[in-house]
Structure formats: C-alpha cells, structure tokens
C-alpha cells in the first residue's frame, strides 16, 4: 500500500492521524483538503510531502484549468503549507514548470515525482545497510526517531527502509524506536510500519535514548531529514539533534539517510532554515508552550549522509 496516490482524478493518502488504531483512506478533491491535510500531519514525511506537492498542482491544474490566477494561488498554498521540508515546496515546484503543457503534462510530472521516490527508497535502503554493517558489525542494534518507513516516503522509507534492508538479510541487530514527542510518530506510526513488517523492536521515551546509548544497547543512530544543508547541517524532527549529541557522547555512529531531493544546497545552513512551531494546543491547554516541530544538527555530529545516489561520509570531511 502507498502512502500517497494518485487514484481516479483525486488523491489518496493515509490518514496518518489515526494510526495505529485506524488503517483509513482519504481521498482529497480539492487544494484546500490537500493543504488542510498537510498541516494536520495526514501526510508527512520530507519524500512524501514531495509527492503531494506535485499531485496538489495536478489537482490544481484540473480544478483551475480556466483561471490562471487562482491556479498561482493554488500552487503558491501548495508550496507554502509547510515552511521547513524542502520536498514539498520542490515538488510543487516541479509540477508547477510543466503547466503551460495542460493538465495531464502536469499529472505525468507528478507519476514520475511518486516513480523516482519510491525508486529512491530502494537504493537507500540498500547503500543504508551496506554502510551499517561496515561500521557496526554483522547485526547493529539501532535506534530510530520519527517516522522514517513507507509511511514517509510513499513506499519502504528511508532510514526505516535501512531497518527493513538488514531485516531482509537477516542482519538486523534489534531496533529502538524513539516515541518523538509530542505527537508520538515513533510511538504510532514507526511501531506500526515495524510490526507490519514482522520486526521485533521496542519503543523508548526520547529522553531515554542517550542513556541507552551510553548502556550500551545501540550500535547507531539512524534517522531521516527534512532538509539537509549545503554545509551539512540536518534539519529533522525535534529530538534529533539530543539524539546526536548522545551517539556523540557514547562514541556512536550518527546517520542520516534522505534522497537527493532533501539535499538543498541553495541553503547554506540550518541557520538559514525557518523552524516550523507548532503552537501550545498540541502540548497543552493550559500554558505558554515552545513547541519546535524540528531542530537544527550541526554537521560536525553526523557521520554520514546516505542518499539515493551516494554516501557522503562528514566524519571523513566530504562534502556535500
């Protein structure tokens, strides 16, 4: 099952609010269902987000085929749902540079955002456990934070794809998943893609997870990215960077895995990035809340990035 689709001139998303306890469908027909989607976390994920942009413009370009000034404002609501992931703004984008073509040009751009996606997945899962096993022996232990699996990325995922690849070969260690507070994408979502998948873990409050390290009972950290930085730098869900000073502590490799399209070296650093805040209602009702929804990781703690195309590995000094 994908995340996102594109199925009978609407799209198609798991409703990503209501798992694990409900598997349900939504189907979008219009922007507004779209971005109201977005930024009440149905959909997520960097990978994903990217596809929604693009089938949000072909959407767009159905619905205002006859009225080029809605259609721009329809494609600049798309990019602008989300502030801080690269992806969706970029895929919106994409589509958006084929509209002199006619809607369908439009649709055909955003099947080949979703075909190069879920073909992306594949490749990191693949370079994600080859490097894994170099760098942490034959069965790494590893913990994870957010949401990093299919539910993320269309199909399979990205660092939670890694997860899946070692599983496959029989090289998986065991799995630690970060709950990610406060609205619990490991605890929900990362747990469930894993039990679907048959694999054993266990879910740990976030601000377990340097202590465990330094029990030794993780090998690594690997988790995904929002945005990756011309110099480095990992934008990724709040509770990242905690992680990576601990694996920095504990002597841990700290690994990011993106595709290429999170890589956006027209950003210099996670200085430059706006960091979405999410207000108090989703930590409480009765205070004044700080409520990030990402953080900033100096590229100093990552020890490698795993892209689609390449290993990048920053704890040698190669550059993006």
Not at 112 to 130: F, L, N, W
Not at 185 to 203: C, D, F
Not at 283 to 289: K, L, V
Request: charged residues 20%; proline residues 5%.
């Amino acid at each position: 099952m994908r995340t996102i689709d594109w199925v009978d001139g609407a799209i198609e998303i798991i409703d990503q609010t209501v798992l694990p306890g409900e598997l349900k469908i939504l189907r979008l027909h219009t922007v507004g269902e779209l971005v109201a989607a977005i930024q009440a976390l149905a959909v997520r994920g960097a990978p994903a987000l990217g596809v929604a942009g693009a089938f949000g413009v072909a959407l767009a370009a159905r619905v205002h085929a006859d009225d080029p000034q809605a259609l721009a404002a329809a494609v600049h609501r798309i990019e602008h749902a989300r502030p801080t992931a690269v992806n969706l703004a970029r895929g919106a984008r994409r589509a958006a540079g084929v509209l002199p073509r006619g809607p369908q040009a439009v649709l055909d751009e955003a099947f080949r955002v979703r075909d190069e996606e879920i073909a992306a997945s594949s490749a990191m899962a693949a370079r994600g456990a080859d490097l894994l096993v170099e760098l942490c022996g034959a069965r790494p232990r590893l913990l994870t934070h957010c949401n990093t699996g299919g539910l993320a990325a269309v199909t399979v995922g990205t660092a939670l794809g890694v997860v899946h690849e070692l599983h496959q070969r029989g090289r998986l260690g065991g799995v630690i998943a970060s709950e990610t507070r406060p609205l619990l994408q490991g605890a929900r979502l990362t747990s469930w893609e894993l039990t679907q998948w048959g694999i054993e873990h266990r879910v740990a409050v976030d601000s377990a997870g340097p202590f465990l390290m330094a029990r030794g009972e993780v090998d690594a950290v690997i988790l995904g990215a929002d945005r990756i930085c011309a110099n480095g730098d990992v934008i990724n869900k709040i509770g990242s960077y905690a992680h990576a000073l601990g694996a920095r502590r504990a002597g841990l490799p700290f690994v990011v895995v993106a595709p290429e399209s999170t890589v956006d070296l027209s950003t210099p650093s996670g200085d430059a990035v706006p960091i979405e805040d999410r207000g108090a209602a989703e930590i409480t009702p009765w205070a004044p809340a700080a409520n990030p929804a990402f953080d900033v990781t100096p590229h100093d703690l990552v020890t490698a990035i795993v892209t689609d195309r390449r290993v990048i590995r920053l704890d040698r000094s190669e550059t993006l």
